[in-house]
Nanobody, 124 residues
Framework: VQLVESGGGSVQAAGSLRLSCAASGYTYSMYSMAWFRQAPGKEREGVATISHGGSTTSYAVSVEGRFTISKGIAENSLYLQMNSLEPDDTAMYYC???????????????????WGQGTQVTVS
């Protein structure tokens, strides 16, 4: 079971980035997915989540209206389109997979059984 993120980088404020997460080794469609981020000296926080079928999403208040999470079933991929980026969005971004926790508990890191290695996003 493996998740591999890509697409991070450095961008100026108000710019955009699209993160990708490639999944392998398990039945991707059975898992709800999420993006988390962690800035230096701060706790890991949930950014966005999408249900296993792709019909339901939820976002952190700080990114709602700017970020969009989506799921590519055929490609076993997860995406995060990030627009209007701000310096406070600077962090390491991780994708993660969960099963068994209620959708309303998506922000709990303990609900996730599979994590990627992270991709760095820097906004200046």
């Amino acid at each position: 079971v493996q998740l591999v993120e890509s697409g991070g980088g450095s961008v100026q404020a108000a710019g955009s980035l699209r993160l990708s997460c490639a999944a392998s080794g398990y039945t991707y469609s059975m898992y709800s997915m999420a993006w988390f981020r962690q800035a230096p000296g701060k706790e890991r926080e949930g950014v966005a989540t999408i249900s296993h079928g792709g019909s339901t999403t939820s976002y952190a208040v700080s990114v709602e209206g700017r970020f969009t999470i989506s799921k590519g079933i055929a490609e076993n991929s997860l995406y995060l389109q990030m627009n209007s980026l701000e310096p406070d969005d600077t962090a390491m971004y991780y994708c993660a997979a969960r099963r068994g926790c209620d959708f309303g508990r998506w922000r709990l890191a303990t609900c996730y059984t599979v994590w990627g290695q992270g991709t760095q996003v820097t906004v200046s």
